[in-house]
């Protein structure tokens, strides 16, 4: 499993945002659509119905956000040695919303974020314009996917360095 951008690969399947566990909401790009998973916005949008793919809600990484989660790990850390119950007190990630535009208007579908503290503003630009490459055409789409579904078959460790990953949404998007 990695993250690439707003992407989390794991083995052949492209998720946006973190691949959801259980009933959690979540975002997956299959090659007959994006399907909606999670309690509430359970579906399947075929790629021929999808005019328009974007995100918003991106938590963009920054200074203030890095030494803001350093400094929650830190009172998280002081808070568990506190208490005797060691109950998670944690809170879940935020979310990010997928947009898709269909013949019959927007639907909004929901994805936990998988980067703690926020995505770079190269990958989120980099992201939205792949999203928007998916729905050029079928073979575009089609062969972007694929691209993506080899590269984490492949994939053995975890999540590449920046670098890495810009130079990865780059082929991606052609």
Do not use: C
């Not at 690439?4 to 566990?21: N, Q, T």
């Not at 630009?125 to 996917?145: N, Y």
Request: proline content about 5%; aromatic content about 4%; hydrophobic content about 45%.
């Amino acid at each position: 499993m990695a993250m690439v951008g707003l992407f989390w690969i794991a083995e052949g399947d492209v998720y946006v945002g973190a691949k959801p566990s259980g009933a959690a909401p979540g975002v997956r790009l299959t090659p007959e659509g994006v399907v909606a998973l999670g309690d509430g916005q359970a579906g399947l949008h075929l790629w021929e119905d999808v005019r328009a793919l974007t995100v918003a809600d991106v938590p963009v990484k920054s200074l203030k956000r890095q030494v803001g989660v350093v400094t929650d790990v830190a009172l998280d850390m002081v808070m568990n040695l506190a208490m005797t119950v060691g109950t998670g007190l944690g809170e879940a990630p935020p979310l990010m919303t997928t947009v898709l535009e269909t013949h019959d208007g927007e639907h909004e579908l929901k994805a936990y974020v998988a980067a703690a503290v926020g995505y770079t503003p190269t990958e989120v630009d980099l992201s939205r314009a792949l999203l928007h490459r998916l729905t050029e055409g079928a073979a575009t789409m089609a062969t972007t996917l694929a691209a993506m579904s080899a590269w984490g078959r492949a994939r053995e460790g975890g999540t590449p360095r920046p670098a890495q990953r810009e130079k990865l949404l780059r082929e991606w998007v052609g």
